[in-house]
């Protein structure tokens, strides 16, 4: 069965500084998406930024990049120049075509220090 | 604001009872998912609907139940209620398009806070 792993319950980043965050899945699937989403304190769910499988490429969205390692099945998630808004939870997803099933992982609680 | 609207935003009630969650998707979305987040947990997947089909189900409980109207509008019943079922209760809906190049972002809702007491 395909799994998510966020093995870090929660994170600490000085403002300003870089901070990444681990995620780990597993699949024997060939086509599907991993997603990062933001909850901040408000519960609201956010799409940070997306990845489709087949792109070697890894996205980028303004301070948020993923570094996508396909065959070690490691998704992570590098926020830059840390914000006290983007204190959150963060969740790593997955979605695959073929069962359409989304999974996320536990999150990880990011805490921003002035 | 995601687009998409879920009714109510906060539910009290008692153990045993039977609650009626509801979630308007976005417009155009033709797929919607249902979660449960308690307090402190990740998001657990319940159901998914596909044009009024049931699409994909995860670990939803036989007292939990969902549909998709022919409006696309989605409700999760929730019966026999007990203490555990406290959480908060997201709706998400997404396009699903099979070609390769879609992505697929799901857009969630800003959930039902169920407490039973």
């Known amino acids: 069965a395909q799994t998510v792993t966020q093995s870090q319950p929660e994170m600490s980043v000085q403002e300003a500084e870089t901070v990444t965050l681990s995620c780990t899945y597993d699949t024997s699937e060939s086509d599907y998406y991993l997603f990062w989403y933001k909850q901040p304190p408000s519960r609201q769910m956010i799409l940070v930024i997306r990845q489709e499988a087949y792109k070697q490429q890894n996205a980028t969205e303004n301070r948020f990049s993923v570094n996508f390692q396909k065959a070690a099945k490691s998704f992570s998630l590098k926020i830059s120049d840390s914000q006290l808004g983007d204190a959150a939870m963060y969740f790593c997803?997955?979605?695959?075509?073929?069962?359409?099933?989304?999974?996320f992982g536990t999150g990880t609680r990011l805490k921003v220090l002035a | 604001d995601s687009g998409v609207t879920q009714t109510p935003k906060h539910l009290i009630t008692a153990t045993g009872q039977r609650v009626t969650l509801r979630c308007s998707p976005r417009?155009?979305?033709?797929?919607v998912y249902w979660y449960q987040q308690s307090l402190d947990q990740g998001l657990q997947f319940l159901i998914q609907y596909y044009n009024g089909e049931e699409r994909a189900k995860g670990n939803i409980l036989e007292r939990f139940s969902a549909q998709q109207f022919p409006d696309l509008h989605s409700e999760l019943n929730l019966s026999s209620l007990e203490l555990g079922d406290s959480a908060l209760y997201f709706c998400?809906?997404?396009?699903?398009?099979?070609?390769?190049?879609?992505?697929?972002?799901?857009?969630f809702g800003p959930g039902t806070r169920l407490t039973v007491l």
């Open positions: 998400a809906s997404s396009v699903v398009d099979q070609a390769h190049s879609s992505y697929n972002e799901q857009f």
């Open positions: 417009s155009g979305d033709l797929s």
């Open positions: 997803a997955y979605w695959e075509e073929r069962t359409y099933k989304y999974i």
